[in-house]
């Protein structure tokens, strides 16, 4: 191999490694296998065809992350969301939220303390501001 295409093998190598990525720490548990396997399948969102929708898969990662981290925790929904797009996975905070609603639905985790009234109640007011915002649309004249 010729010094040329030392370089460029050189300049390739350097070019596959390029994200920054931290070192893997080994976990302080152990893993079982089953675990690890139940979280992916909450966050691999398959399609019809089993192709892994991977937006799906790192908003939903994003989620359990802000669940369960305290470092991803301490940040809003929006400022996740934010970080997201900014990555290149375009998001909004309402869709991260309803994200996190379908988690709690599906494993019982959740990091605020509201109860299923509260929810409810919010459900209820978020429709029926939607409606009237629908209405207001549906009667103005149209230009």
């Not at 490694?17 to 976990?27: H, K, L, Q, S, V």
């Not at 939903?60 to 802000?66: E, G, W």
């Not at 809003?76 to 290149?88: P, R, V």
């Amino acid at each position: 191999m010729d010094a040329t295409d030392q370089a460029a093998l050189e300049a390739w190598q350097a070019q596959q490694f390029t994200d920054d990525e931290p070192p893997i720490a080994a976990p302080l548990h152990a893993l079982d296998p089953e675990t690890v396997t139940a979280l992916l399948m909450l966050v691999c969102a398959p399609d019809n065809h089993g192709n892994i929708l991977w937006k799906a898969g790192f908003k939903r990662l994003a989620v359990l992350a802000h669940l369960l981290l305290p470092e991803a925790g301490a940040q809003s929904l929006e400022t996740i969301a934010q970080s997201l797009t900014k990555a290149g996975i375009t998001t909004s905070r309402a869709s991260l939220s309803n994200i996190n609603t379908m988690m709690y639905d599906a494993t019982g985790l959740r990091r605020t303390e509201k109860t299923e009234t509260a929810r409810e109640a919010y459900r209820i007011r978020a429709c029926k501001l939607w409606q009237k915002k629908a209405n207001r649309y549906a009667t103005a004249p149209s230009q």
